[in-house]
């Protein structure tokens, strides 16, 4: 039997939909709700799914469900309409993080080159998957960056799509580009290819480690002139250990170069000095109410368990196979990301 979603509260509001809080009736787990109404909202909302649903990795947030619902309620509830059906209004269901956004985390203050490194390396891990499966994200920012148990996981896809469709929009008039202080010269025209990710990443990591964004301008006319005529550096950046801070440095400028052909490849960012340091003591990066649920003592079901799931579902994809545990075995949506990749290892 499907679930009913009850909306507790309302998380956000964008251009396209409304997310909850919302929490299943069939397992008593909250679940971020994503509700957008109207036929062009609609149709975003049903291209997002299209693609987060196909993706899954510890560091992109979980895709759980999508579906039609003929009322999305905060009141009455959110009940899912038969497949192929169609309503009045348009639902995903993902993972509900409750550490808080990336952004939230840098208005507490600037992180420790620690927390840089950490947050940085899970970032362009789940960047590197993206482009394993030909997506570009288009708008990576630290408002899209969700902690869920200490691990940063890239969010909304609300703007993501396929490279090779990218091909034959490039340089058209119109459309969404992103968000303009995040932007890189080539998305100003409706240009994008992997390295308009890494511009975007690049602007992140700058801001975490300076403070302030490497382009500077009040309006988008600024900024496009800023990006075309300003050399961004790190004078007067106060940081500790000052031969780490030029292995950053130094990968920050080649990342938010105004020549894409000049940027690094996300597996070069991986490879980078900088990200080479000793294993870090995840005690000291871990912030107030976060905990780790991937010990072996926490597993949510036995392997030879999850083996009997795998055989009972057949052949599929590792996605749909997350998917099969979620609408089937919601007691198993808690499940975090990396229990789940590492079961799925051990059970092929």
Request: negative net charge.
């Amino acid at each position: 039997m499907n679930a009913t979603y009850f909306p507790i509260r309302e998380l956000g509001k964008g251009a396209f939909g409304t997310v909850f809080d919302a929490k299943s009736s069939a397992s008593g787990t909250h679940f971020a709700v994503k509700v957008a109404r109207g036929k062009h909202n609609r149709d975003v909302l049903s291209k997002e799914a299209q693609i987060h649903s196909r993706m899954i990795h510890p560091n992109i947030l979980q895709f759980v469900t999508s579906f039609e619902s003929e009322n999305c309620s905060q009141r009455e509830g959110i009940v899912p309409l038969p497949h192929g059906s169609k309503g009045n209004c348009s639902v995903m269901v993902i993972e509900l993080c409750t550490g808080n956004t990336l952004s939230a985390r840098l208005q507490k203050g600037l992180p420790s080159l620690d927390q840089i490194n950490l947050w940085g390396y899970e970032i362009a891990s789940g960047l590197l998957y993206l482009k394993e499966q030909g997506v570009i994200h288009r708008d990576i920012k630290p408002e899209n960056i969700l902690f869920c148990n200490n691990t940063a996981k890239i969010s909304d896809f609300g703007l993501a799509d396929y490279y090779e469709d990218l091909l034959t929009t490039a340089g058209t008039v119109g459309g969404n580009f992103g968000t303009p202080y995040f932007m890189s010269l080539e998305a100003f025209g409706n240009i994008f290819d992997y390295s308009t990710d890494i511009f975007a990443f690049g602007v992140v990591l700058y801001l975490m480690y300076a403070n302030r964004y490497p382009y500077p301008g009040k309006n988008l006319d600024q900024l496009r002139e800023s990006l075309r005529k300003q050399t961004p550096h790190f004078q007067n950046i106060k940081r500790e250990e000052k031969d780490r801070n030029l292995d950053l440095e130094t990968l920050i400028l080649r990342m938010i170069n105004r020549d894409s052909t000049k940027r690094p490849q996300i597996n070069e960012v991986l490879s980078h000095p900088f990200f080479q340091q000793k294993e870090l003591d995840a005690t000291v990066i871990m912030e107030e109410g976060d905990s780790f649920d991937d010990d072996e003592d926490d597993m949510p079901m036995s392997l030879d368990d999850f083996k009997k799931h795998r055989m009972e579902f057949g052949n599929g994809t590792r996605e749909q196979f997350y998917m099969y545990l979620a609408n089937l075995h919601p007691f198993m949506t808690p499940m975090s990301m990396q229990i789940f990749t590492r079961m799925w290892a051990k059970a092929v």
